[in-house]
């Protein structure tokens, strides 16, 4: 089950809450459909990479537990919000560093998915316990890259 919830505010706000599951497709529709067109390859994939994180690591596909996402959309930036219920990590500070360091050697692998989220979104970062992560990024006409993805 998926829920939703819009606030009528100048930001946009709108939170989704969904059961750990991977099937992300009708939960990422959501969350891009207002991200202009030539962003929407890119930006789904990391989402993506976020949300599976947070379902499968965090809360280990635990049925009973949830993801919940607000997002918002402020003057080009759009931020996204994304807590789960697991017992969280301890994110490495220091962005020079391996991303899958922290990760035990049997799951350094799934780390990838952290090396993408530095790549697409123009700020990362994780709360102390390592259960809630904020994303951004600015699609605006003054951002000076082209999306990695077509």
């Not at 350094?108 to 979104?121: K, N, P, V």
Request: glycine share 8%; proline share 5%.
């Amino acid at each position: 089950m998926i829920a939703i919830s819009q606030r009528p505010v100048a930001r946009d706000l709108g939170t989704i809450r969904f059961a750990s599951t991977l099937y992300l497709c009708p939960i990422l529709d959501l969350l891009l459909a207002k991200i202009p067109d030539k962003w929407q390859a890119e930006l789904r994939l990391g989402l993506q990479e976020a949300l599976v994180n947070a379902a499968k690591h965090g809360n280990k596909l635990d049925p009973c537990k949830t993801v919940v996402v607000r997002f918002s959309q402020v003057e080009g930036h759009y931020w996204w919000i994304i807590s789960d219920e697991g017992e969280g990590f301890c994110p490495k500070r220091d962005s020079n560093l391996d991303p899958t360091e922290y990760l035990p050697h049997e799951e350094a692998e799934s780390g990838r998915g952290m090396c993408i989220l530095h790549q697409i979104f123009d700020q990362v970062q994780w709360n102390s316990q390592g259960t809630e992560l904020r994303l951004c990024k600015q699609v605006g006409s003054g951002k000076r890259r082209h999306p990695l993805l077509h």
